[in-house]
């Protein structure tokens, strides 16, 4: 397993091969991607400000953890794995929904990326892992909708598309 390389997918999920992740960006190619939102007991999402130095999107906002399943990988033990890789937690993650996007990003790289979402709780703090992240906090929902509308540059293409486009599927959850 090449931990660079990213599974390529079709519209329907189904894989259809392996390529080198920095291709995979440059070409736009379809592929398995993942993203974690962990919340607290006070219903707080936990988001991360990416390291500088990333490939892309370097000291923009987003969610606790995303990242690509390795060729082999369930999406549930991939996103367990980089939580804990670039977060130091460990909780129960559960699927939540998947979307499809196509985003231009910085260094002329394209994330088209089939996301699967997962959803956890914790009222542990991370411990970082510096080369990942630069800071962290916790943020209600109302914060960082208000937030992504006055400074939406500040965040990821798919962090915005979550919360915007996609609140609905895990609001309920939080009223629980």
Known sequence: M?????????KHDQ?????????????????????????NSNAKLLIHRR???????EGLWTNACCSHPLPGES????????????MGMNTSLAPLFS???????????VEHELDHVLIGFTDDEPLVNMEEVCDYKWVSIHELEDHI?????????????????YRSAFDDILKS
């Open 15 to 39: 894989e259809i091969g392996t390529m080198d992740k920095m291709e995979a960006h440059q070409q736009g190619m379809l592929h398995r991607a993942f993203s974690v939102l962990i919340f």
């Open 149 to 165: 509308a006055a400074e939406p540059q500040a965040y990821t293409e798919w962090f915005k598309k979550i919360i915007l486009e």
């Open 51 to 57: 390291a500088f130095g990333k490939y892309h999107s």
């Open 2 to 10: 090449n931990p660079q390389e990213v599974i390529l997918v079709n």
């Open 99 to 109: 979307f499809i996007y196509r985003a231009e990003l910085d260094n002329n790289l």
């Open 75 to 86: 999406i549930v033990e991939a996103a367990n794995r980089r939580l804990v890789e670039e």
